[in-house]
T-cell receptor, first 111, second 112 residues
Framework: SQQGEEDPQALSIQEGENATMNCSYK?????LQWYRQNSGRGLVHLIL?????REKHSGRLRVTLDTSKKSSSLLITASRAADTASYFC???????????FGAGTRLAVHP | ETGVTQSPTHLIKTRGQQVTLRCSSQ?????VSWYQQALGQGPQFIFQ???????GRGNFPPRFSGLQFPNYSSELNVNALELDDSALYLC???????????FGQGTRLTVV
């Protein structure tokens, strides 16, 4: 079963705009990860935020975590057409590499 | 490239048949997990292998089985294929005690 829900399910923006995706989860976690998937192929790890962290940055990515609300957000700043992909949050509730994924947000960035 | 390779990339099978999917993990990664991703959904955890032993299973029936070899490569076997088994099957390897998973490109299985 899916752990959480991503919101929105789909997002369409212009290049240069910021994209924000939200994720909610159900059970307690040690950490939360975000992954990216291009065209139904393999997933690529983007960033991991631990349960005792509130915010983390990596390049144009900013992730926040609110454990009291069981939610996280991923912000991609100054988006590019190459950012077009599906983005998934995943929690570790099952243990190491036993990830529980949400249904994902499909991001389309138009030139 | 994550260093995790899966074969084959695409496969078409008939309902009732059996299939074996293969995964070569990244060097030094002794933990391999398999995930099933239906169209438009997020991946779902099938099972994990650690040091050649099954180390946890998701909500999948026994006709989904696996193996891990001494070199940490792995196989996913599915017996008595059903139409609903059509999906992208992903293999992910990880370092001992690490949360980050490295995914292969997946095998697209179509059951007709």
């Amino acid at each position: 079963s899916q752990q959480g829900e991503e919101d929105p399910q789909a997002l369409s923006i212009q290049e240069g705009e910021n994209a924000t995706m939200n994720c909610s989860y159900k059970t307690s976690i040690n950490n939360l990860q975000w992954y990216r998937q291009n065209s139904g192929r393999g997933l690529v790890h983007l960033i991991l935020i631990r349960s005792n962290e509130r915010e983390k940055h990596s390049g144009r990515l900013r992730v926040t975590l609110d454990t009291s609300k069981k939610s996280s957000s991923l912000l991609i700043t100054a988006s590019r057409a190459a950012d077009t992909a599906s983005y998934f949050c995943a929690t570790d509730s099952g243990g190491y590499n036993k990830l529980i994924f949400g249904a994902g947000t499909r991001l389309a960035v138009h030139p | 490239e994550t260093g995790v390779t899966q074969s084959p990339t695409h496969l078409i099978k008939t309902r009732g048949q059996q299939v074996t999917l293969r995964c070569s993990s990244q060097s030094g990664h002794n933990t391999v997990s398999w995930y099933q991703q239906a169209l438009g959904q997020g991946p779902q955890f099938i099972f994990q292998y650690y040091r050649e032993e099954e180390n946890g299973r998701g909500n999948f029936p026994p006709r989904f089985s696996g193996l891990q070899f001494p070199n940490y490569s792995s196989e996913l076997n599915v017996n008595a294929l059903e139409l609903d088994d059509s999906a992208l099957y992903l293999c992910a390897s990880s370092l001992p005690g690490a949360y980050e998973a490295f995914f292969g490109q997946g095998t697209r299985l179509t059951v007709v």
